[in-house]
C-alpha cells in the first residue's frame, strides 16, 4: 500500500531516529527551483541510508544517482533515492571538510548500483569510499594524474606521449 | 573435317599491324593504373566513435550510396581496409586506440578526418581535459571535413577530394612517404 511521505516529514522521521547525526533540512529559496535536501553527518551515512531502504515506511529501494560537488571549502555527496513502494523522493547530502582526505563509507552493499556510481565519484573528484569492493577509476585511464570535475584541477601535460593541452 | 588454317584466318600484312596494335593495346604508365586501381576501389574502415558515424552510416546508405564512387566497402578490421574515416569525437583514451588501428592498416593508407570533433577538439577544445585536440596529433590526415557533423554530401565530397589526391601520386612519392617521417 502506498504511503507517500513529503521530503519534511522524511526528515523529522529521520531527526528522531539519528538525532545529531541528521544536520539540518534546506529548501531552496523562493523563487529558485531545486529540491529540498537532508544534510547528514558522513561518519553515520551508512546506517542512515540502510534505514532509509529497509524500514518500512520509507522503502527507497531506488537509488537514482550519487553526484559530487565541489565547493571552496568542502566537498559534497549527494545521493537522490525513489521509492517504488511509496513513489516519494528524498535527497541526502553529506558535507566532507576535509578536502585533503575526503573519504565517506560505501553504500554499494545496500545498492549494486552504487558500485559505478561511487567509482564514477572516485574518478572525477577523489572521494574514496570506504569498503568499496573495486574501487578503481571507470572512466578515465587507470594511470590518469588528479580528478578533472574539482575546481583546482590543472590538466596534466602529457599522457603516454600524446599532448593533452591545447 | 579441318579446314586449313590459312582459310579460316587469312594471314596478318605486316601494314596491318599497326591497325591491330591501335585497337588492342594502351600505352599509360604504372603510376596512371596504379592510382587508377587504388582511387576506384577506396575500402573504408568501419570506424564511428560518435554523432559523425551515423552521418556516415547515411553516406553508404541508398540515399546517398557512397558505392557510386567505389567507396562503399566498408570493413571491420583495418587490415582489409585503406581508408580510415576517423568520424567521431576521439578520447585520449582512444587516442592510443587509433593510433595502433592506423598502424595496422597495410599502406597505401588515408586518413579522413571527419567532422569538428576529429579535426580540432570540436566543442571540446578548450575545456575538455579527455579530448584529444585534433586526431592529427597521433595519425596524419589527408582530408580535413569540416562540420558538426558534417552532411553526407560534405562526406563524399571529402572522398572525391582523396580521389582527387590518390589520383595525382605517384609511386616513387609513395615509397618516399611511407619510409619519412609520419608521426611528428
Known amino acids: 500500500m502506498a504511503n507517500f511521505m513529503d521530503r519534511k516529514t522524511i526528515y523529522e522521521k529521520l531527526k528522531q531516529k539519528f538525532g545529531e547525526a541528521i544536520c539540518a533540512f534546506k529548501e531552496p529559496q523562493a523563487g529558485a527551483h531545486g529540491d529540498p535536501f537532508i544534510e547528514v553527518a558522513p561518519d553515520k551515512i551508512h546506517s542512515i541510508l540502510k534505514f532509509l531502504k529497509e524500514d518500512k515506511e520509507l522503502l527507497f529501494d531506488n537509488l537514482l544517482c550519487i553526484s559530487g560537488v565541489d565547493y571552496p571549502d568542502r566537498l559534497e555527496v549527494v545521493y537522490h533515492f525513489h521509492s517504488y513502494t511509496h513513489l516519494h523522493k528524498v535527497v541526502i547530502k553529506a558535507l566532507l571538510t576535509d578536502k585533503t582526505k575526503p573519504e565517506i563509507d560505501t553504500v554499494s552493499d545496500l545498492w549494486k548500483g552504487a558500485n559505478w556510481l561511487e567509482r564514477e565519484v572516485y574518478d572525477l573528484f577523489g572521494i574514496s569510499f570506504k569498503n568499496h569492493p573495486d574501487l578503481r577509476r571507470i572512466l578515465l585511464p587507470d594511470d590518469w594524474e588528479g580528478y578533472p570535475l574539482r575546481k583546482d584541477y590543472k590538466t596534466q601535460d602529457y599522457w603516454h606521449g600524446i599532448k593533452i593541452g591545447m | ?184
Open chain 2, 1 to 184: 573435317m579441318t579446314l586449313p588454317l590459312d582459310a579460316v584466318q587469312p594471314k596478318i600484312q605486316e601494314t596491318q599491324l599497326d591497325d591491330i596494335l591501335g585497337q588492342n593495346i594502351l600505352l599509360t604508365t604504372v603510376d596512371r593504373v596504379a592510382n587508377w586501381a587504388r582511387y576506384s576501389a577506396i575500402w573504408p574502415f568501419t570506424f564511428g566513435l560518435a554523432c559523425c558515424a551515423i552521418e556516415m552510416m547515411a553516406v553508404g546508405s541508398p540515399r546517398y550510396d557512397l558505392d557510386r564512387f567505389g567507396a562503399g566497402v566498408f570493413r571491420a578490421t583495418p587490415r582489409q581496409a585503406d581508408l580510415m574515416i576517423v568520424a567521431g569525437t576521439v578520447t585520449i583514451k582512444m587516442a592510443e586506440r587509433v593510433r595502433r588501428l592506423y598502424e595496422q592498416m597495410c599502406e597505401p593508407r588515408y586518413v579522413i578526418s571527419m567532422g569538428s570533433c576529429a579535426t580540432h577538439g570540436g566543442p571540446y577544445w578548450q575545456y575538455g581535459y579527455h579530448v584529444l585536440k585534433g586526431v592529427d596529433r597521433v595519425i596524419p590526415v589527408d582530408v580535413y571535413v569540416p562540420g558538426c557533423p558534417p552532411r553526407p554530401e560534405a562526406l563524399i565530397q571529402g572522398i572525391l577530394m582523396l580521389q582527387e589526391k590518390i589520383r595525382k601520386e605517384s609511386i616513387t612519392k609513395v615509397l618516399f612517404k611511407s619510409h619519412g617521417q609520419l608521426h611528428g
